[in-house]
């Protein structure tokens, strides 16, 4: 599985309008914003600002304000952009928990952000546990220990209620 990034978040967060480090910073430590999902430092947002530039998908440019010393904005580019919907529209992302609670909350406040509808990103991640809780209950029920039994249990009880939770309809008001 692959590791967890902010890239595809900074890129939404850039398609609603241009930023500097500090206001990225700022989005993802306000518990109104992404703050309940992720946990960034300082260093860790610029490293990625700067693999995100040399990877092509933003650019930044120098900007000076007043007194204010020198900053670098940075703006989605047309690579960027596409990357961001292939991320946004992903028809089969990953039923992992974990990147549910952190990945597709981030898809639904960047799809509102960009006042997109979310009813696809929501079926496909529901389309999502449903898979998975049809292959833990497959590997429950073949399940050579008590132990090996009792983890896929837990597993699947928690695709449940994930899967209950991605069906409530409470999903819509995501603030903004």
Known sequence: MSSLTPD?????LLAVQPRHG???????RSPGQLGQ?????????????KRLEREGVITG???????APPRTEYALTASGEQRLYAWLN??????????????????????RLLKLPIDEIIRHQRDACI????????????A????????????????????????QGELMPVSE
Request: glycine letters at 4%; a neutral charge.
């Open 8 to 12: 595809e978040t900074i890129l939404g």
């Open 61 to 67: 440019r120098e900007v000076t304000t007043g007194t």
């Open 90 to 111: 992903e028809p089969r992302p990953s039923p992992s928990i974990r990147r549910i609670r952190v990945e597709f909350l981030s898809r639904l406040y960047i799809a």
């Open 22 to 28: 500090y206001e990225l910073l700022e989005c993802f």
């Open 131 to 142: 898979a998975r809780i049809e292959q833990l209950t497959a590997e429950r029920d073949r």
């Open 144 to 167: 050579k220990s008590g132990i090996e039994a009792l983890a896929l249990e837990f597993q699947l009880n928690q695709q449940q209620a994930a899967r209950h939770w991605l069906e």
């Open 37 to 49: 999902m992720w946990r960034l430092s300082t260093s860790q947002i610029y490293a990625v600002l």
